[in-house]
């Protein structure tokens, strides 16, 4: 089991950055999957962006070029560089983990999250 909790988010005018923070308890952090999902209003919720343990991250085309998903294993913290900021990126975004999938490259079911950061982007 993980335990996660999301820090850093907030209200910001589009163009403005923010970096979001997701502090871990876990014997073995550099093990897992994670990842940042976000929800908007009336919407479901999405993956945006995700780093193996091996480092190696994927983002969806509605933030690649512009936000940065990072992992510090030694203190066992996610983060996530968001530039560029749009009102559409309003949203509640939370953070994920999961354990390793059984082929290289993949991971199971996110099935352990944060409570949840608001960011608020206004026009």
């Known amino acids: 089991q993980v335990q996660l909790a999301e820090s850093g988010g907030g209200s910001v005018q589009a163009g403005g950055s923010l970096r979001l923070s997701c502090a871990a308890s876990?014997?073995?952090?550099?093990?897992?999957?994670m990842a940042w999902f976000r929800q908007a209003p009336g919407k479901d919720r999405e993956r945006i962006a995700r780093?193996?343990?091996?480092?190696?991250?994927e983002y969806a085309d509605l933030v690649k070029g512009r936000f940065t998903i990072s992992r510090d294993n030694i203190n066992k913290t996610l983060f996530l560089q968001m530039d560029g900021l749009k009102p559409e990126d309003t949203a509640i975004y939370y953070c994920?983990?999961?354990?390793?999938?059984?082929?290289?490259?993949?991971?199971?079911?996110?099935?352990?999250w944060g409570q949840g950061t608001q960011v608020t982007v206004s026009s």
């Open positions: 780093i193996l343990n091996s480092g190696r991250t």
């Open positions: 876990a014997k073995r952090y550099s093990w897992y999957c």
């Open positions: 994920a983990a999961a354990a390793p999938g059984p082929v290289s490259g993949t991971c199971q079911d996110f099935r352990n």
